[in-house]
């Protein structure tokens, strides 16, 4: 990503990734949610869970910075029949991360997990 946007790759060509990137970002929350499920030990799974949160960072600081690109390079248009490719960007918001936010997915790796000291 980060060699598409300093090379000034179009638009469409950063989104795409973009969206690769997001699906790979969802892919590999859905595999360490099936991880997390096996793991019994609580330190581990606190471990697991650290990592995942890194990743997440990691994403979102990537995410932001190719919307942020996007939004650079389409400029603003007043004139309302040339709205329509930033409306379609704008209502995009954050793909794939609906529920995501606010630690979401931890509520999601946690269904079905059972501390050992839990009854």
Not at 31 to 41: F, G, N, P, R, V
Not at 91 to 98: R, Y
Request: overall charge negative.
């Amino acid at each position: 990503m980060e060699h598409l946007i300093s090379n000034k790759r179009p638009t469409d060509e950063v989104r795409d990734t973009l969206l690769k990137f997001t699906n790979a970002f969802e892919s590999l929350v859905l595999k360490h949610e099936a991880l997390a499920s096996l793991i019994t030990d609580d330190n581990v799974f606190e471990t697991e869970e650290k990592w995942l949160d890194e990743c997440q960072q990691y994403y979102l600081k990537i995410y932001i910075f190719a919307k942020k690109y996007i939004e650079t390079v389409v400029k603003p248009v007043t004139d309302s029949s040339n709205k329509t490719e930033i409306e379609a960007s704008q209502a995009s918001g954050m793909i794939g991360m609906s529920g995501m936010e606010n630690g979401e997915w931890r509520k999601r790796v946690r269904v079905g997990y059972k501390p050992k000291y839990s009854e």
